[in-house]
């Protein structure tokens, strides 16, 4: 089973919704990151949290990778509109660094909408393989929902900036709502090129009641 990614975008269109205000938050973030890029977006969806953005700054180069092939169609197509010469959408797996290496260095890597639907592993992993990606001085900017109930993750990811050289330029934890955003900035020397697979996205559990375990 799949998660179906092009239904959980339209939450994006109703005002107000959780989506909605995390990305007025990322979008927000981005515009005080971005500089002369290039810029990479891992799982990028359908691209709204840069694309406008990147459509101030004509002259930056990016790399948006999106395994879904509507989502990234839509990508490519606002990109075209928006006449962004220097994006190029990759219908690719982001959790394979050659998908995106050549785009290294990056000035900043957006990792939104990943850390929640992967392992606690694959989360440490990934967090370690970004300086490699980075120019120095290199900016992360990254979402991780939270649950009802238990630990914050978002605090662990914070955790895993610092264990590998970020120091934290904003972290935004509204308290009516279960998105946090953070952006973290490279203050050690970027990495060794990355080698490996960064992560795969868990399969969806089923809803509860239907024999399946209880929904993560
Ligand atoms: C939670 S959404 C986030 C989309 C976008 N970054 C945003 O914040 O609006 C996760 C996205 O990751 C994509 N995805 C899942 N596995 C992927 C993979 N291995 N490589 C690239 N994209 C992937 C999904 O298709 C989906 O668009």
Same mark, same amino acid.
């Given at each position: 089973?799949?998660?179906?990614?092009?239904?959980?975008?339209?939450?994006?269109?109703?005002?107000?919704?959780?989506?909605?205000?995390?990305?007025?938050?990322?979008?927000?973030?981005?515009?005080?990151?971005?500089?002369?890029?290039?810029?990479?977006?891992?799982? +990028?969806?359908?691209?709204?949290?840069?694309?406008? =953005?990147?459509?101030? !700054? @004509?002259? *930056?180069? &990016?790399?948006?990778?999106? %395994?879904?092939?509507?989502?990234?169609?839509?990508?490519?197509?606002?990109?075209?509109?928006?006449?962004?010469?220097?994006?190029?959408?990759?219908?690719?797996?982001?959790?394979?660094?050659?998908?995106?290496?050549?785009?290294?260095?990056?000035?900043?890597?957006? +990792?939104?909408?990943?850390?929640?639907?992967?392992? =606690?592993?694959?989360? !440490? @992993?990934? *967090?370690? &393989?970004?300086?490699?990606? %980075?120019?120095?001085?290199?900016?992360?900017?990254?979402?991780?929902?939270?649950?009802?109930?238990?630990?914050?993750?978002?605090?662990?990811?914070?955790?895993?900036?610092?264990?590998?050289?970020?120091?934290?330029?904003?972290?935004?934890?509204?308290?009516?709502?279960?998105?946090?955003?953070?952006?973290?900035?490279?203050?050690?020397?970027?990495?060794?090129? *990355?080698?490996?697979?960064?992560?795969?996205?868990?399969?969806?559990?089923?809803?509860?009641?239907?024999?399946?375990?209880?929904?993560?």
């Amino acid at each position: 089973m799949t998660k179906d990614w092009v239904r959980w975008h339209r939450d994006y269109e109703t005002p107000g919704s959780s989506l909605a205000r995390r990305l007025t938050v990322v979008q927000d973030y981005l515009g005080r990151a971005l500089g002369e890029g290039p810029l990479i977006s891992l799982c +990028a969806g359908d691209g709204r949290d840069v694309l406008p =953005e990147l459509a101030r !700054r @004509r002259s *930056v180069r &990016a790399v948006l990778v999106e %395994l879904d092939p509507e989502l990234s169609r839509r990508a490519r197509t606002t990109a075209a509109e928006l006449g962004l010469t220097g994006v190029d959408v990759r219908t690719a797996d982001a959790g394979d660094a050659t998908n995106y290496r050549d785009a290294a260095p990056a000035q900043v890597v957006m +990792a939104c909408g990943v850390f929640g639907n992967i392992s =606690e592993t694959d989360v !440490r @992993r990934t *967090v370690a &393989a970004l300086p490699s990606l %980075l120019e120095p001085g290199g900016i992360v900017i990254w979402t991780r929902g939270r649950g009802d109930s238990g630990a914050d993750p978002s605090d662990a990811v914070r955790g895993l900036f610092a264990e590998n050289g970020f120091e934290e330029m904003a972290f935004a934890r509204p308290a009516d709502a279960r998105f946090r955003v953070g952006m973290h900035r490279l203050v050690t020397e970027p990495g060794p090129p *990355v080698a490996g697979r960064l992560f795969a996205f868990r399969a969806p559990q089923p809803p509860p009641g239907r024999g399946g375990r209880v929904a993560r």
